[in-house]
């Protein structure tokens, strides 16, 4: 029913910037998450319907802003202040019931994820 595909990842020097999009958000509540080498999942930032209901987890606070364009499908990510520790496989999930969760097993879609890799 629903078909997330992730893009803007890439390599980029600590403190610089980049901006993920994940295509086909639809009427749903999006998060993304994101897995560094050899670390669990871990969640990053979620919105509702409504652009202005929003949560971000605390080390992501102040340098990520999640938004989406429901004219577009379209739910962005972006990454400014970039630090090594960043570097993961980011992913975008969708959740069709109603409510912002950061637990990766509320969310019933995926992206294929897109790596995000930040030199030293």
């Known amino acids: 029913q629903v078909q997330l595909v992730e893009s803007g990842g890439g390599l980029v020097q600590a403190g610089g910037s980049l901006r993920l999009s994940c295509a086909a958000s639809?009427?749903?509540?999006m998060g993304w998450f994101r897995q560094p080498p050899g670390k669990e999942r871990e969640f990053v930032a979620a919105i509702s319907w409504i652009p202005g209901n929003t949560y971000y987890a605390d080390f992501v606070k102040g340098r990520f802003t999640i938004s989406r364009d429901n004219a577009k499908n379209t739910v962005y990510l972006q990454m400014n202040s970039l630090k090594p520790e960043d570097t993961a496989v980011y992913y975008c999930?969708?959740?069709?019931?109603?409510?912002?969760?950061?637990?990766?097993?509320?969310?019933?879609?995926w992206g294929q994820g897109t790596q995000v890799t930040v030199s030293s």
């Open positions: 639809g009427r749903t509540f």
């Open positions: 999930a969708a959740k069709s019931s109603l409510g912002i969760s950061t637990m990766s097993r509320e969310y019933d879609y």
